[in-house]
């Protein structure tokens, strides 16, 4: 049963002010208490409603309602491990951007008009910064909510204010990219892998035809290449070879370490599981493609079939600068100097692809040869949307139809080329292949043997 205290304050200057502190059984039995009442009526009316939210099982102390936005922000994100990367990204938007303004709010001080006007005050390099910051804070309060340290999020639910005038001039990012920019032709991209050679190339090959991102295709192990997909067909089996990207480490992770209190404890690069379920999928590989992966798997030494030359994993930024940037945008000539030795100048290509632009390629392909949503949808690692995703699915005419159309693209680009082989080690065959092929083609696409006909 609640009861009341008087007290008097000994303060210096206080005039032996008189308040009232109410006492009140907890529910695990422990004694609760709360000063500052002006009346001893009004002392015990609250506790007399705590106590009657603790029978009704909604109770929510109050000591912890009060706990800092930091605080609680650190514990949540202690008990709620993801991948790496998104650790990673949430501790630099709580530093960076949450924390220097929230850290000391008591989490029942929270409202949604201080925070929404605070988002459209943030000024960062994307708009979208300011809603991933929104959402993070959210999720963080949502779990106050579970942890019972509040009786609502303040934040759910709540559509962002939109920055206008000159914050959201000040907002925009500096370069935009033109729609044109996104995709490269298919001569554009042999040409970038003939210049970069038959590992880095096959490489930016292999993601322009497939779809690989890059994290998925610099984590690609030789036992997960040239797998065979069987499916009963026509009175027979359809065969094919495919990549698979590995539901548990399917994709090359890179991000900043960090420990339970988001301090920095240096880079990471391993291979992680893929950032979703649907992005773990067997990619099949079209004729011309798997020819070339098996020829470069028969030379290449290591398990990564896409790696540095001694074996090690790429780290992005490298690949970027000192491979992709060079073959795309050109360079300039190098005299022999000591400890390197002369190369020759390059012509731009593309100035500005990147493998992200590689893999929106891909999926520009398959639209352009018509692929059915339910096979471009699991083929891109996409979730498809809607009720379609539950009612159709893909079938080996679709598979068939799709890898034709790949490999005629393919083909195309190398006659529009003049070319006959890649690295001058493959004769590829260049002709586009009749109906009256088609069930040869898929039957001669088996693990273990060579493709080539």
């Known amino acids: 049963m609640a009861y009341a205290e008087k007290r008097v304050s000994t303060a210096k200057n206080s005039k032996n002010k008189v308040s009232w502190r109410v006492k009140y059984k907890k529910p695990d039995g422990s004694e609760g208490s709360e000063s500052g009442f002006p009346t001893k009526k009004t002392a015990i009316d609250w506790g007399r409603e705590q106590e009657a939210a603790i029978r009704a099982g909604r109770w929510i102390d109050p000591d912890l309602a009060r706990k800092h936005f930091g605080a609680w922000a650190r514990e949540w994100m202690k008990a709620k491990p993801k ?3 998104t650790i990673d990204k949430r501790w630099n938007l709580l530093q960076q951007h949450i924390l220097p303004r929230w850290e000391h709010t008591p989490l029942i001080a929270f409202n949604w008009f201080e925070v929404d006007a605070w988002q459209q005050s943030l000024r960062c390099d994307e708009e979208t910064t300011a809603g991933h910051c929104v959402s993070l804070m959210s999720s963080i309060l949502t779990g106050a909510v579970d942890a019972k340290h509040i009786t609502v999020n303040p934040l759910f639910g709540r559509r962002r204010t939109r920055a206008t005038g000159s914050v959201a001039a000040a907002a925009k990012p500096k370069v935009k990219k033109t729609p044109e920019e996104k995709w490269a032709s298919p ?7 003939e210049r970069l050679g038959p590992v880095n190339g096959l490489h930016m090959l292999t993601t322009a035809f497939t779809g690989l991102g890059w994290g998925e295709g610099a984590a690609l192990h030789r036992r997960n290449t040239l797998l065979a997909r069987q499916q009963p067909y026509d009175g027979g089996v359809f065969t094919c070879p495919i990549i698979r990207v590995d539901a548990e480490v399917g994709e090359l992770a890179e991000y900043t ?13 391993q291979l992680e ?18 020819r070339l992966l098996r020829y470069h798997l028969d030379d290449w030494p290591h398990g990564q079939v ?11 930024s490298n690949f970027g600068r000192s491979v992709l940037r060079p073959a795309a945008d050109g360079r300039d000539a190098l005299p022999t100097v000591k400890g390197h030795k002369a190369r020759s100048a390059w012509e731009p290509i593309m100035t500005g692809l990147t493998v992200r632009d590689l893999r929106h390629t891909h ?9 059915k949503p339910a096979l471009a949808f699991e083929q891109a690692g996409h979730a498809r ?15 068939r139809e799709r890898l034709d159309g790949l490999e005629e693209i393919f083909q195309r680009a190398m006659r529009n080329l003049g070319w006959r082989t890649l690295w001058g080690r493959v004769d590829l065959l260049k002709r586009s292949a009749s109906k009256d092929d088609l069930p040869r083609i898929s039957q001669m696409i088996t693990p273990g043997r060579d493709i080539a006909a």
């Open 187 to 193: 001569e554009v991209v042999l040409q970038i892998a």
């Open 385 to 399: 949307p809607g009720i379609k995703a539950v009612y159709q699915h893909p079938t080996p005419a679709m598979r």
């Open 306 to 316: 896409f790696c540095t030359p001694n074996g090690k994993l790429w780290r992005r």
């Open 257 to 269: 370490g960090r420990d339970a209190h988001g301090k920095r404890t240096g880079l990471v690069l």
């Open 83 to 85: 991948r790496g990367a």
């Open 273 to 290: 599981p893929p950032k979703n379920k649907t992005r773990a999928r067997d990619i099949d590989v079209p004729p011309f493609l798997a």
């Open 363 to 371: 999926d520009t392909y398959q639209d352009q040869i018509g692929v």
